[in-house]
C-alpha cells in the first residue's frame, strides 16, 4: 500500500527567503513521486518527478526535492520564494502506472 | 493544444438531476482517470482506465458510471446528483508521467 503524509498543512514565507515543504512517504515497492502545484481556481502542474534516478531532482520555477530513502522523504525546497508561488502544493507517490496517492496538501503564502 | 481538456469547466445543478462531465486527451496515452477534489482540497482517485478497460475503481457510488468510447477519452456520468457529489473533478492521463486537466467544479444546490 503506498501513502502520503505531509508534514504541514500551512506554510508562510516572506519574500526572498527559501521555502520548505515537507514530505514522507510510505510504499512497499520503488516508488515514484512528484510534487504537483494548484493556483487557486486552478488545474494541477507537475513541478518535478523522482523516477530512481538522481536523488536530487530539479523542477520548474526553481524548486528542488531530494529523495531520501533511509528517511522515506521527500522534501521540496526552493532557495527565494516569490509572491508567484503562493498557491496550494501536493506531494504524490505512485507504486504503479496506474494510482497516484495524494497527500493532503500544504498551503503557502508569501508575505511581501 | 490542450492536452487534457475536460468540459465543462463549472456546473451547476440541483439534487436529483443527472450530468454529464467530459474528457479528452490528446497525448496519446493509454490510461485515464477520474480524481475528485474535495472541500478540504484533498484528492481521491475515483476510476482508473487502460485501453478503454477498467483497471481502478475505488469503491465509488455506482451513480457514478465512467464511460470510454475510445482510449482518447473518459466521460462521467452522474445519477440523481446528491449535495455530497459538489467537489472539483479531475480528469488526467498517464503514460509513465500523469497530465491533469484544468477540473470541472460541480455544484449541486
Known amino acids: 500500500a503506498q501513502s502520503v503524509t505531509q508534514l504541514d498543512s500551512h506554510v508562510s514565507v516572506s519574500e526572498g527567503t527559501p521555502v520548505l515543504l515537507r514530505c514522507n512517504y510510505s510504499?512497499?515497492?520503488?516508488?515514484?513521486l512528484f510534487w504537483y502545484v494548484q493556483h487557486p481556481n486552478k488545474g494541477l502542474q507537475l513541478l518535478l518527478k523522482?523516477?530512481?534516478?538522481?536523488?536530487l531532482v530539479k523542477g520548474i520555477n526553481g524548486f528542488e526535492a531530494e529523495f531520501k530513502k533511509s528517511e522515506t522523504s521527500f522534501h521540496l525546497t526552493k532557495p527565494s520564494a516569490h509572491m508567484s508561488d503562493a498557491a496550494e502544493y501536493f506531494c504524490?507517490?505512485?507504486?504503479?502506472?496506474?494510482?497516484?496517492?495524494f497527500g493532503a496538501g500544504t498551503t503557502v503564502t508569501v508575505r511581501a | 493544444d490542450t492536452a487534457v481538456s475536460q468540459t465543462p469547466k463549472y456546473l451547476v445543478t440541483q439534487m436529483g438531476n443527472d450530468k454529464s462531465i467530459k474528457c479528452e486527451q490528446n497525448?496519446?496515452?493509454?490510461?485515464m482517470y477520474w480524481y475528485k477534489q474535495d472541500s478540504k482540497k484533498f484528492l481521491k482517485i475515483m476510476f482508473s482506465?487502460?485501453?478503454?478497460?477498467?483497471?481502478i475503481n475505488e469503491t465509488v457510488p455506482n451513480r457514478f458510471s465512467p464511460k470510454s468510447p475510445d482510449k482518447a477519452h473518459l466521460n462521467l456520468h452522474i445519477n440523481s446528483l446528491e449535495l455530497g457529489d459538489s467537489a472539483v473533478y479531475f480528469c488526467?492521463?498517464?503514460?509513465?508521467?500523469?497530465?491533469f486537466g484544468s477540473g470541472t467544479r460541480l455544484t449541486v444546490v
Open positions: 497525448l496519446g496515452h493509454d490510461t
Open positions: 482506465y487502460n485501453n478503454k478497460e477498467l483497471i
Open positions: 504524490v507517490v505512485s507504486d504503479n502506472d496506474y494510482k497516484l496517492s
Open positions: 488526467a492521463s498517464s503514460q509513465g508521467s500523469f497530465t
Open positions: 510504499s512497499s515497492y520503488s516508488p515514484s
Open positions: 523522482y523516477t530512481s534516478a538522481a536523488t
